[in-house]
């Protein structure tokens, strides 16, 4: 059976479209169920309407407060009743009421080679620091921020003609194609897999 999955995201949806694609292929280890955003329009929206897969949104603006921000979206993922949560380009920090509302396991795709780089303007710090090696992480989403256990990272040796955005670019192919893999090794391994 593949794993039920149901996305999170926030934006521009590349990610997002990269496991559409790969669910779509046959004998994919993982489908998605849904997807639910926190603000509209957005791309990841529109790419949910052209593959037609249910979305929903839950416009943070709307909320008065994160902790109902946080219920709300563990309401909606108990709804779809999911395997597995993914968040591909969410930019939403989960509180405390989130996780006391969601006993579903979420991972997260990040732009960098973690414990390095959490946050934002992750290819910035990796220049600033002058790093040899950057690239991209699937972990588990703990209430540490960028702070759970490691699933999977694909990285790339920085360039000296690496900008940010270039760099940004280079590792966003990357990330399309790790999340997938990622999925297809917890799918085959087991998914209490904890492999890094
Ligand atoms: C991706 O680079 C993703 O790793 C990052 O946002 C981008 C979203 O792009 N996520 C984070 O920084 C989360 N901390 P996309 O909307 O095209 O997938």
């Not at 849904?34 to 791309?43: A, E, F, I, K």
């Not at 600033?128 to 992480?137: E, L, M, V």
Request: aromatic content about 6%.
């Amino acid at each position: 059976m593949p794993l039920r999955c149901l996305v999170l995201a926030s934006g521009r949806g590349s990610n997002f479209k990269a496991l559409l694609e790969a669910s779509a292929q046959p004998q994919a280890p993982f489908s998605l169920e849904g997807l639910v955003t926190d603000r509209t329009p957005c791309g990841a929206q529109a790419l949910a309407e052209r593959w037609q897969v249910p979305s929903q949104c839950l416009p943070y603006r709307d909320f008065s407060t994160r902790e109902a921000f946080d219920e709300a979206l563990a309401n909606s993922i108990r709804a779809t009743a999911p395997d597995l949560v993914l968040c591909a380009g969410f930019m939403r920090v989960l509180g405390p009421a989130f996780f006391k509302g969601c006993s579903t396991p979420l991972l997260n795709i990040h732009p960098s080679l973690l414990p390095a780089h959490r946050g934002l303007h992750t290819h910035r710090q990796a220049l600033a620091a002058r790093d040899a090696y950057h690239g991209a992480s699937v972990h588990w989403v703990t209430p540490e921020l960028d702070g759970g256990p490691l699933l999977a990272q694909a990285r790339l040796a920085i360039a000296p003609e690496d900008t940010e955005e270039r760099l940004a670019a280079r590792v966003l192919a990357l990330e399309h194609a790790l999340y997938p893999r990622a999925l297809s090794y917890l799918a085959e391994a087991g998914r209490d897999a904890r492999p890094l």
